[in-house]
């Protein structure tokens, strides 16, 4: 497809369960990021990644959230051991370059703990 | 640390008249972009208009124009000829750090009435 997909459009997991979130970026766009966005909010910063690597984690809130990138093009947020508090709407992002790029947006996941 | 202020959280404008969306931010760093950011019911960000720090022109894209204050770290969105498909959550967001991530204001919702 043309644009960021991420995969599921929404999740409901009972409380301490696994969950991954996945994100396609749009073909050729080495920079990708997470951003998680509570209700009412804006999105806040969890990872970066140029290519491969994590470029800066810094956002991420706890060893519970972890996020790979393994060929450069999908990548995946994990969260382990879920919380209530976690609920919210996980959004992923791509950019040709990245900084100053335009960064196109998937629909995000909204994640539900139950 | 950078910051991000949409002190509006709602407004409301009548179709075909004109609305001014504001932001403020705070940065130490001399090289920056700006952004601000539609996000209707279906969660996608969609971006509206961009603006780069040593830039002194004021960007426009079509009926979205931006007043960008530098020595004030003002930076609103102006929207002419309102139309009802312009009702959405608006998102302010400043791009300062190396890797290109984004850091988002709370966010104004606008309705447009007819």
């Known amino acids: 497809g043309a644009g960021v997909s991420q995969t599921p459009s929404n999740k409901v997991t009972e409380k301490g369960k696994y969950v991954e979130l996945r994100c396609d970026p749009i073909?050729?766009?080495?920079?990708l990021y997470w951003y998680r966005q509570s209700l009412g909010q804006g999105p806040e910063f969890l990872i970066y990644?140029?290519?491969?690597?994590?470029?800066?984690d810094s956002g991420l809130p706890n060893d519970r959230f972890f996020a790979v990138r393994p060929e450069g093009s999908v990548s995946t947020l994990k969260i382990q051991r879920t919380e209530r508090g976690d609920s919210a709407v996980y959004l992923c992002?791509?950019?040709?370059?990245?900084?100053?790029?335009?960064?196109?947006f998937g629909q995000g996941t909204r994640l539900t703990v139950v | 640390a950078q910051t991000v202020t949409q002190s509006q959280p709602e407004m409301s404008v009548q179709e075909a008249e004109t609305v001014t969306l504001s932001c403020t931010y705070d940065?130490?760093?001399?090289?920056?972009?700006l952004f601000w950011y539609k996000q209707p019911p279906s969660r996608q960000m969609i971006l509206v208009i961009r603006?780069?720090?040593?830039?002194?022109q004021n960007a426009t894209e079509n009926r979205f124009s931006v007043n960008f204050q530098k020595a004030a770290k003002s930076f609103s969105l102006k929207i002419s000829d309102s139309q009802l498909g312009d009702t959405a959550m608006y998102f302010c967001?400043?791009?300062?750090?190396?890797?290109?991530?984004?850091?988002f204001g709370k966010g104004t919702k606008l309705s447009v009435k007819p």
């Open positions: 992002a791509s950019s040709l370059t990245g900084r100053g790029t335009e960064a196109f």
């Open positions: 073909s050729g766009h080495t920079a």
């Open positions: 990644f140029q290519g491969t690597g994590a470029a800066d």
């Open positions: 940065t130490s760093e001399n090289n920056y972009y």
């Open positions: 603006q780069e720090a040593y830039k002194q």
């Open positions: 967001a400043l791009g300062a750090g190396s890797q290109g991530n984004l850091i």
